[in-house]
């Protein structure tokens, strides 16, 4: 749900029954716990049946109670702090495997991503880029190591990319000034949202560039200006998150880009190896 969670209750409340009005009480109080909550266990809490408890998310508009745990997941994400995460995800882990805990989780991240990302955005992304003018990536906090992965394998194919660099606000409108029209900003955004890169977003859109958005939903505040809006599942891993979901979207892209570029990509890639082997780059074979 695009709402916020808590006002989307709270407009809700005045058709609720008593027991739906102790479910809407305890989340409204409580979220960061209930979002990890079976509906057994919260309906157990509040004296109310499970089956109440699903009512309440129908009530909610959601398909169920999952989706609505989805829903409260989400909603923490981009409000718990770092030490607040760092507690939870110790609870949730308890006694169990670290590593399998951790690596299945991601995997399951993978195979809800290939289920949400749209193919016409993806493929409509890879297009723009193979023609753009210029192309900007930006990305900031956690998402910067993804936006300058992305660049990497970029700068291998393209000789016009920019890789926005977000060390203060001033200097991001700066590299800024010159997009338009016939460019593509790919920006890539994960809670807890940075403000900067909404207004970089903001900005580039006003001047008529194309925007490709890689973010975790479309309640996400850059999907609101995206030409193409590309979803990947991305969920709390301690105080950092996991990544790992939106990286593949970006190797995805990076071999989309590159078989579009066939034969021109075969001979630039032929000289940077002559460049690299006979300036010794990488150790010998």
Do not use: C
Request: no cysteine; proline share 2%.
């Amino acid at each position: 749900m695009e709402q916020d969670l808590l006002k989307l209750i709270e407009s809700k409340k005045p058709g609720f029954s008593k027991g739906q009005k102790r479910i809407a009480a305890y989340i409204s109080e409580n979220y960061d716990k209930a979002a990890y909550m079976t509906a057994a266990k919260l309906g157990s809490l509040v004296d109310v049946s499970e089956s109440t408890v699903v009512r309440f998310a129908n009530v909610l508009g959601f398909e169920g109670y999952p989706e609505l745990q989805q829903a409260m997941k989400a909603y923490i994400r981009t409000r718990l702090t770092s030490f607040q995460r760092v507690e939870i995800t110790n609870k949730l882990i308890g006694d169990a495997d670290i590593l399998d805990k951790v690596l299945l989780s991601d995997i399951d991240k993978i195979k809800h991503t290939l289920e949400l990302v749209d193919r016409k955005s993806f493929n409509a992304a890879v297009e723009k880029i193979v023609s753009a003018r210029k192309i900007y990536v930006i990305g900031m906090r956690s998402a910067s190591s993804l936006a300058g992965f992305l660049t990497f394998g970029f700068r291998m194919m393209f000789d016009n990319v920019r890789f926005v660099q977000t060390t203060s606000g001033s200097e991001i409108f700066e590299q800024l000034m010159d997009i338009g029209e016939e460019d593509v900003m790919l920006a890539i955004s994960f809670p807890r949202y940075s403000k900067r890169i909404i207004d970089a977003v903001r900005y580039a859109k006003q001047a008529g560039a194309d925007i490709v958005a890689l973010t975790d939903g479309e309640g996400a505040p850059i999907a609101a200006h995206a030409d193409q809006l590309l979803i990947a599942q991305s969920d709390m891993a301690s105080f950092v998150d996991s990544l790992v979901a939106p990286l593949s979207i970006i190797n995805a892209i990076i071999v989309a880009v590159a078989k579009e570029k066939g034969d021109e990509l075969a001979q630039r890639l032929r000289r940077l190896e002559n460049i690299w082997e006979e300036y010794d780059v990488y150790a010998g074979k």
